[in-house]
């Protein structure tokens, strides 16, 4: 009896545009590309059980069900919200029944890990004898939040938010279905595409509302922030903003205010720049505002780089947070990038000059008999493990370019250099 009146209940913009082929799937590419994990499954008509870990509005539900149409699987949902052991009983008696008449069954768990311990372990047998097919899709790290039991049974796919261009598509789409342009000037729809921080859910449900509206002449960004009640970063990627924003974080972290650095880092992230993008400038602080006077902010910077890419966000982006806490609070020192400058500066007014023969090999006659290797010291075999040889080209006086400051362990290395200078000139004296 539902069915006869359920063609004229309205439904939302986004359940009308979803995708009913997987080929219409937008912004996961790196899973259902034709050598992607889900895209071999499919190929070979096989399913793992999986847990689909990514943000909320990229797709995980619509992809379950496309996948289990396309292996011919039936689908069976359930949401951990609402859902206990009992109705998963009734699933595996459905799978069962199922499985008798040769058809299998893809259970797919929304928000898999509001499941309790026993509920998780309740799948375990029916995951493992083939009963179903397990689909959970989580929006929290399952590493932490579903039972290492399952997960070893699963193989976990991640999910991205979708980037921007994936978001465009779902507008065109919504335009198309609609018949109707979104009453937006360029730049407030790249706002809106940026408001929606990768959610498509979410853009859809906004477009929707946009696209009922009668407006004399397109919205702006202040005229779409009005509209949806919620504020539009003043960012775009493409223009001005985006390089106000990074620099602002960068200035702020080579002045040592790690309150500034996290709110620009804040902003920047709110407002939907790629996090790989600042993970990589704050590599950028670290060698270029900080550098030797603490080593370890270029560890701390390419291990928050190498967690966003393990972890994906939102929990990848705590450890760029932590990356820029470091840095700010680490000495700075801008020494070995000016030493750097002045030693390209240098080679390019020296031009090609031969380096001295003393540390030339000589593996052939000739090059021996030229000279080559020819007084060289071993270091370690001089006291203290230092000849003070002159290595630069004949003909070139000595340079000083790298000019330690007195902060951090670059105080240290100041040492070192006004030792080896001391024995340098004992080594020159002796003669």
């Not at 070979?44 to 292996?71: D, F, N, Y």
């Not at 998780?120 to 929290?140: S, W």
């Not at 290595?391 to 000019?403: A, D, H, L, T």
Request: include cysteine; proline fraction near 6%; charge should be negative.
């Amino acid at each position: 009896m539902t069915g006869l009146f359920e063609d004229g209940v309205p439904r939302p913009l986004a359940d009308r545009l979803r995708p009913e082929a997987l080929e219409d799937v937008v912004g996961q590419d790196h899973l259902l590309k034709q050598d992607g994990p889900l895209g071999r499954m499919v190929a070979q008509g096989r399913l793992a059980s999986m847990i689909l870990w990514g943000p909320p509005g990229t797709g995980k539900t619509t992809i379950a069900r496309l996948i289990a149409e396309r292996v011919d699987l039936a689908f069976d949902p359930v949401s951990a919200v609402f859902s206990g052991v009992a109705d998963l009983r009734k699933v595996f008696e459905r799978a069962r029944s199922r499985r008798a008449t040769g058809l299998g069954t893809l259970l797919f768990v929304d928000e898999i890990h509001r499941f309790n311990k026993a509920q998780q372990d309740a799948m375990l047998p029916f995951v493992e004898d083939g009963t179903v097919v397990l689909v959970g899709a989580t929006t929290e790290n399952p590493s932490f939040e579903v039972n290492q039991a399952l997960v070893s049974r699963c193989q976990v796919l991640v999910l991205e938010r979708l980037a921007l261009d994936a978001l465009g598509q779902l507008l065109c789409r919504a335009e198309k279905l609609r018949q109707r342009n979104l009453p937006l000037d360029d730049d407030a729809r790249l706002a809106l595409a940026a408001m929606a921080d990768g959610d498509g859910r979410f853009l859809l449900n906004i477009a929707e509302e946009l696209l009922s509206l009668d407006v004399p002449s397109p919205l702006d960004r202040q005229g779409l922030a009005e509209v949806v009640q919620r504020r539009v970063p003043v960012y775009d990627k493409a223009e001005e903003g985006h390089y106000n924003l990074i620099s602002a974080l960068h200035k702020s972290v080579r002045g040592s205010d790690p309150d500034a650095s996290l709110y620009w880092l804040a902003r920047i992230l709110q407002a939907g720049e790629d996090p790989l993008f600042v993970a990589r400038r704050v590599i950028r602080m670290a060698v270029e505002d900080i550098g030797l006077a603490d080593p370890a902010a270029l560890i701390q910077a390419v291990a928050a780089r190498d967690a966003f890419a393990f972890l994906g966000s939102p929990e990848g982006e705590l450890a760029i947070a932590q990356a820029v806490l470091y840095c700010a609070t680490a000495p700075k020192s801008n020494a070995a990038y000016r030493a750097f400058s002045a030693a390209t500066k240098s080679a390019r007014v020296e031009g090609s000059l031969m380096p001295p023969k003393i540390i030339l090999n000589a593996p052939t006659r000739l090059m021996e008999d030229l000279g080559y290797g020819e007084g060289y010291r071993y270091d370690h075999d001089a006291p203290a493990a230092f000849s003070g040889q002159d290595y630069f080209p004949e003909g070139m006086e000595r340079q000083q370019f790298y000019r330690p400051v007195e902060r951090g362990f670059e105080r240290e290395i100041t040492k070192r250099l006004a030792y080896w200078e001391r024995l340098r000139q004992q080594v020159g004296e002796d003669g």
